[in-house]
């Protein structure tokens, strides 16, 4: 187990260096303040979230670190896609669209309050769900039962609602045409595999269809 967790913590800060280095290829290799102030607040939220997730829920970070093998393909389209704009190519298209980003200002700072309010959201969601795995898919060789602890009393897939609230922030921080098209994007892929993760559960995972009579909302409360 510490195995696992330790090769998905290495995996998570690897994914993040390059990340950061398509960003200094897209700026010429020049650092520009909204660039450096996101990836050390991206460096520092990732560091704090393993360290949290290392003493409280060691199992959830080794099993984020394997890949399901009965992951249906829907999810494996959609989770591809989704990493790749997520962790690359959004900083890629950062990086080129820099120049023409604007004068820092009051957008920028909405956007790391709101990196934070991702950040504190999907860690809360990590430490109190056993079953958060890094693909979609019934956890039967797990016993995998529903979480109703923690942001799961709220709405069903709070983790998805972190990713939503990031997008939001990479487009107010960045503050470029393309970087909000990408995330656009972005958040249609997670609203599209909420959907089906959903329906997923509701008809394979015991206990989920009475769950979503008590949580009503998937991702918005009170919207949807």
């Known amino acids: 187990m510490h195995k696992g967790a330790i090769n998905y913590i290495i995996k998570i800060f ?4 390059f990340g950061l280095l398509l960003y200094l290829l897209g700026t010429g290799w020049v650092f520009y303040l909204r660039g450096s102030v996101y990836f050390i607040l991206y460096y520092v939220t990732a560091l704090f979230s393993c360290l949290v997730m290392y003493r409280v829920n060691l199992e959830t ?7 399901g093998t009965t992951t249906p393909i829907w999810d494996k389209i ?15 298209v950062a ?31 990590l430490m109190v769900n056993t079953f958060l795995e890094s693909t979609a898919r019934i956890q039967n ?3 995998q039962a529903v979480c109703k602890k923690g942001p799961y009393r709220i709405i069903r897939h709070p983790t998805y609602l972190a990713i939503l ?23 249609s892929i997670v ?13 394979e995972l015991n206990g989920y269809k009475e769950y979503t009579q008590e949580v009503r909302y998937k991702l918005f409360p009170y919207i949807w």
Not at 96 to 125: D, H, M, N, Q, R
């Open 14 to 17: 690897l994914q993040r260096t």
């Open 61 to 67: 970070l080794s099993e984020r670190n394997k890949i």
């Open 78 to 92: 959609l989770l591809g896609v989704y990493w790749l704009l997520s962790f690359f190519i959004i900083y890629l």
């Open 95 to 125: 990086g080129l669209e820099a120049k023409k980003a604007p004068a820092i200002g009051g957008l920028f700072y909405i956007g790391i309050v709101l990196v934070l309010l991702a950040t504190a959201l999907s860690l809360w969601a």
């Open 141 to 143: 060789d797990r016993n």
């Open 165 to 187: 609230i990031w997008c939001i922030s990479m487009a107010f921080i960045f503050e470029t045409i393309f970087v909000c098209a990408v995330s656009v994007v972005i958040v």
């Open 191 to 203: 609203i599209i595999r909420t959907y089906f993760e959903d329906k997923m559960m509701k008809n």
